[in-house]
């Protein structure tokens, strides 16, 4: 089955100081009942977590940013997980010297600001996480 996925309407503003951005971007789902969709985001951090996927040993490494930090880019996806909206985001993150940090957001990074857009999207085809065992990750079903 080819999944055609179909742009409804996009959601666009920030997040509070404080919040936990990827909390945050999951909350923002809820109120408005979007399960599935995209997302983008740029702001600031007052310090992170990101997270680095082991494939040898099917574990996520994390690393923490314990500073200020730039999102200069954050983009993921919306699906859902246990029947909730999951925001699964990478972010490129920079330090005050311009250097640029990089990984899977996990929870832990408070919102200095943030201005995000979230793009609702349809579709026939239901995304739904599960455990996909060759890789050890949550992953949609296969084609
Ligand atoms: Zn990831």
Same mark, same amino acid.
């Given at each position: 089955?080819?999944?055609? %996925?179909?742009? #409804?309407?996009?959601?666009? /503003?920030?997040?509070?100081?404080? +919040?936990?951005?990827?909390?945050?971007? $999951? &909350?923002?789902?809820?109120?408005?009942?979007?399960?599935?969709?995209?997302?983008?985001?740029?702001?600031?951090?007052?310090?992170?977590?990101?997270?680095?996927?082991?494939?040898?040993?099917?574990?996520?490494?994390?690393?923490?940013?314990?500073?200020?930090?730039?999102?200069?880019?954050? %983009?993921?996806? #919306?699906?859902?997980?246990? /029947?909730?909206?999951?925001?699964? +985001?990478?972010?490129?993150?920079?330090? $005050? &010297?311009?250097?640029?940090?990089?990984?899977?957001?996990?929870?832990?990074?408070?919102?200095?600001?943030?201005?995000?857009?979230?793009?609702?999207?349809?579709?026939?085809?239901?995304?739904?996480?599960?455990?996909?065992?060759?890789?050890?990750?949550?992953?949609?079903?296969?084609?």
């Amino acid at each position: 089955m080819k999944a055609e %996925i179909k742009p #409804v309407r996009k959601i666009m /503003g920030r997040l509070a100081k404080g +919040a936990d951005l990827l909390g945050a971007l $999951e &909350e923002q789902c809820r109120l408005h009942n979007i399960t599935l969709g995209e997302v983008w985001a740029i702001g600031a951090v007052t310090k992170a977590r990101i997270g680095y996927y082991k494939q040898d040993i099917q574990k996520y490494m994390f690393l923490d940013l314990d500073r200020p930090m730039e999102i200069l880019t954050l %983009i993921g996806n #919306v699906s859902l997980k246990d /029947g909730q909206p999951m925001v699964h +985001a990478h972010v490129t993150l920079s330090d $005050e &010297e311009g250097r640029a940090f990089g990984g899977h957001l996990a929870a832990g990074a408070p919102v200095f600001a943030c201005e995000f857009v979230i793009q609702e999207c349809q579709s026939e085809k239901v995304y739904q996480r599960a455990l996909d065992e060759e890789t050890g990750l949550f992953l949609w079903a296969k084609e």
